[in-house]
T-cell receptor, first 113, second 109 residues
Framework: DVKVTQSSRYLVKRTGEKVFLECVQDMDHENMFWYRQDPGLGLRLIYFSYDVKMKEKGDIPEGYSVSREKKERFSLILESASTNQTSMYLC????????????FGPGTRLTVL | RKEVEQDPGPFNVPEGATVAFNCTYSNSASQSFFWYRQDCRKEPKLLMSVYSSGNEDGRFTAQLNRASQYISLLIRDSKLSDSATYLCVVNTNAGKSTFGDGTTLTVKP
């Protein structure tokens, strides 16, 4: 079974803090994704990556950056957290081709105070 | 207009009922199509892929109409355990996935 793990289930941070969300997958997938999910807005793509050290912007990249130094790990960084970044963050991975199905991690519920 | 639009919910049906969800997409370059299921406070999980020829998995049937840019999911003989939110997902060959907002199904005894 594919396993996608995220570093925290719940996280509380203060405005202005730098926040790291980590995601690790164990199936040697090339593709990795970060989404946020908000009531009434559904899942929205923040960033994705098809290979180590590469990244592409999704629909809502503002205020976020990512890092993919190793194939199995994809990190989402909030450089200076703001209250409007309070959300559920979901990481996913998938195999080639790019349009294949995705496997999600359990999510991190981030609250920014 | 949203790129992927789903039937607004919620759907409340009795056990044993047949229920159908619809989804339309606007990007004609879309390459692949899926239905995901998301239980409350859980992550989305793949329910089934959707093929042009239509596909069936037990009580679930998915259909794709590329000409009309329309996807459907039919659930027969609903069970209590089918209660969840069903997400329509459309991928382009550039790898971008667009999710519908989801349709919530509640199956009641």
């Amino acid at each position: 079974d594919v396993k996608v793990t995220q570093s925290s289930r719940y996280l509380v941070k203060r405005t202005g803090e730098k926040v790291f969300l980590e995601c690790v997958q164990d199936m040697d997938h090339e593709n990795m994704f970060w989404y946020r999910q908000d009531p009434g807005l559904g899942l929205r793509l923040i960033y994705f990556s098809y290979d180590v050290k590469m990244k592409e912007k999704g629909d809502i990249p503002e205020g976020y950056s990512v890092s993919r130094e190793k194939k199995e790990r994809f990190s989402l960084i909030l450089e200076s957290a703001s209250t409007n970044q309070t959300s559920m963050y979901l990481c996913a991975s998938g195999d080639r081709p790019r349009y294949n199905e995705q496997f999600f991690g359990p999510g991190t519920r981030l609250t920014v105070l | 207009r949203k790129e992927v639009e789903q039937d607004p919910g919620p759907f409340n049906v009795p056990e044993g009922a047949t229920v159908a969800f619809n989804c339309t997409y606007s990007n004609s370059a879309s390459q692949s199509f899926f239905w995901y299921r998301q239980d409350c406070r859980k992550e989305p999980k793949l329910l089934m892929s959707v093929y042009s020829s239509g596909n069936e998995d037990g009580r679930f049937t998915a259909q794709l109409n590329r000409a009309s840019q329309y996807i459907s999911l039919l659930i027969r003989d609903s069970k209590l355990s089918d209660s969840a939110t069903y997400l329509c997902v459309v991928n382009t060959n550039a790898g971008k996935s667009t999710f519908g907002d989801g349709t919530t199904l509640t199956v009641k005894p």
